[in-house]
């Protein structure tokens, strides 16, 4: 039994909706942190302005730390796109079944 193109072709159009949807949630994800993130800054200010110096910094910190969360998501959808495991994983199964 050989793998047919119907069957790989299935697997590649799950992974590329599965990378899309992961994608879109860690681009949600990071447009509502770092919306929090602004405001509770905003918030700090308007409660001590003369805080805002250290306010500035934390803010940062946190948000870079907070933004690299959508970067190793990246990281991931682009092995899932060009590296595909599932593929070798079905060609696997398939021929242990033949054989």
């Known amino acids: 039994m050989t793998a047919d193109a119907n069957t790989i072709a299935l697997i590649y159009s799950a992974t590329s909706l599965g990378v899309g949807i992961i994608l879109g949630l860690a681009g949600l994800g990071s447009a509502l942190g770092w919306g929090l993130i602004c405001s509770k800054y905003m918030e700090g200010i308007a409660r001590q302005p003369e805080m805002q110096p250290r306010l500035l910094i934390q803010m940062f910190i946190t948000a870079g730390l907070m933004e ?3 970067f190793i ?3 991931f959808a ?6 595909n495991p599932f593929i070798g994983g079905a060609l696997e199964a398939i021929s242990g079944l033949g054989g």
């Open 68 to 70: 690299s969360f959508p």
């Open 78 to 83: 682009m092995y899932f796109t060009f590296a």
């Open 73 to 75: 998501v990246l990281a």
